[in-house]
């Protein structure tokens, strides 16, 4: 038997019997044990023709690491595996099957090999109406509480987080990495398994975030068509007019809806006017004055991008939602109270998160692809 190792000639040593866990219960299996002289490494080649991970039957592997992608360890394995499924199985192992499933999904997200659903999702090809985009891709981050040398805390890093979803939003997929050029480069990946032909009939909706267009643009075309989320425009204005009419809240009131009904019916180009010819009264303090200063380098440098009334009379979505919706649900499984994660352990789980909440056929999909070769 040569060792998959070294590729050295490894020696017979014993027949072992192990229990492998299954849906069902417990079973002993015996199979030929192996030992390499050479790297002193052990193995039992039968593992892999059973498709065995820590002695987990391939039936129950996905049970296993659902549990937990969906809450801590400790509590996935003693009780939601025992519970519903009548499994003993220790947090240490819920978090290895955990991890080793994440990081071959990772891997393969790295290849671009994007994972197929068990059943055709047609609304991904069907035709739109005229000036409809094919589908719409969001990005976002949110932070992730880090652990570093001897279990010591960390400074909080941010995981960016993409969406991609139908314009009736029957379909979506999502996908996490802490480097966003290469999550943008997975979303590319992503769009053409889904089958959109023409990267660029895409609409992306992202916060004023640094780097965000830019990394679709160079990873997507770079004539993206990009709208900078609503919400978030709109709550610049409103941290202005609470700084500038802090003592007044009907004047603050009344700049907020001017300001904001400027935006929505006029767009960009008529608030950045209104903004720019703005004059404050000789009373305002220099922080309102460095403010309204910021306010206006704003939505200068997001003019391109907010032409709301355009986007409304087409139809297009022009608010962030549901990718704001995607970091929490994702985020929660990596932010439970006292949570701490090494970058590795919170990528391969949040991967598989993120590869769940894109529906159940998509998560089946990845468990019923050939992943082990065949004795």
């Known amino acids: 038997m040569t060792c998959p190792y070294c590729d050295y000639a490894a020696k017979f040593h014993s027949y072992q019997q192990r229990r492998v866990v299954t849906v069902h219960g417990a079973v002993r299996v015996q199979r030929a044990y192996y030992y390499c002289g050479r790297c002193r490494q052990s193995f039992l080649p039968y593992d892999d023709a ?84 094919a589908a719409y891709v969001g990005l976002d981050a949110f932070s992730v509480p880090m652990q570093g040398v001897a279990a010591s805390q960390a400074d909080h890093r941010m995981l960016y987080t993409a969406l991609l979803y139908t314009p009736q939003k029957e379909h979506s997929r999502y996908l996490v990495d802490f480097e966003l050029d290469a999550l943008a480069e997975q979303v590319r990946a992503q769009a053409r398994a889904l089958g959109v032909e023409r990267v660029r009939d895409l609409i992306a909706i992202t916060d004023g975030g640094n780097g965000l267009e830019e990394a679709l643009q160079r990873h997507l075309a770079e004539d993206l068509t990009t709208i900078l989320d609503w919400y978030h425009a709109a709550q610049h204005l409103g941290a202005f007019a609470r700084l500038w009419h802090a003592q007044d809240e ?12 400027l935006l929505y019916e006029r767009g960009g180009e008529a608030l950045l006017a209104y903004l720019q010819a703005l ?39 022009i608010g962030s939602g549901p990718t704001e919706a995607a970091c929490k649900i994702i985020g929660a499984r990596l932010k439970g109270s006292g949570m701490r994660w090494v970058e590795d352990g919170a990528a391969t789980v949040a991967a598989l998160r993120a590869l769940y909440v894109s529906g159940g056929k998509v998560w089946d999909g990845f468990w019923s692809q050939p992943h082990r070769a065949a004795a």
């Open 50 to 133: 059973l498709g065995l991970t820590d002695e987990i039957s391939p039936g129950l592997l996905p049970l296993v690491c659902l549990a937990g992608t969906l809450v801590p360890f400790a509590d996935a394995a003693q009780d939601v595996l025992q519970r519903f499924a009548g499994v003993r199985l220790s947090a240490s192992t819920v978090l290895r099957c955990t991890e080793a499933a994440g990081e071959r999904l990772r891997a393969q997200h790295k290849q671009g090999r994007m994972v197929q659903p068990t059943q055709a999702e047609p609304k991904w090809t069907a035709e739109r109406p005229a000036g409809q985009p």
């Open 250 to 261: 009907q004047a603050r009131g009344q700049w907020q809806r001017e300001a904001k009904g």
């Open 279 to 317: 004059e404050l009264p000789a009373t305002a303090s220099a922080e309102v004055q460095e403010e309204l200063r910021k306010l206006v380098g704003y939505f200068a440098s997001n003019r391109h991008r907010t032409d709301y009334p355009s986007y409304r009379h087409q139809g297009w979505d």
